[in-house]
């Protein structure tokens, strides 16, 4: 998308803004699952551990590919 947006404007500033305006939603989001997934993690309390591993095991794998889609996307995935 950098590349793109450098080689369709002369006004490098203005492409870098663009680039950056529109990355900010998709990196904020992902900035959010990493912050969960860090909080989810490090559980000291034994029962929540429990908890999560449990929670975990039976969620459906369609919940981690979904996850997976919002962070890389769809186009890489559908190879």
């Known amino acids: 998308m950098l590349a793109k947006l450098l080689r369709e404007d ?3 500033i203005r492409a870098l803004r ?3 305006a529109r990355r900010r ?3 904020a989001c992902i900035s959010e699952l990493s ?3 860090g909080a989810i ?3 000291r309390h034994p029962v929540a551990r429990w908890g999560r591993e449990l929670l975990m095991r039976a969620l ?3 919940v981690a590919l979904d ?3 919002r ?3 769809d186009d890489f995935l559908a190879s």
Do not use: I
């Open 18 to 20: 663009t680039y950056e």
């Open 41 to 43: 993690r490090y559980l």
């Open 10 to 12: 002369s006004d490098r």
């Open 25 to 27: 939603p998709r990196t």
């Open 67 to 69: 996850q997976l889609r």
């Open 35 to 37: 912050r969960r997934a």
């Open 71 to 73: 962070v890389v996307g």
């Open 60 to 62: 459906p794998s369609s």
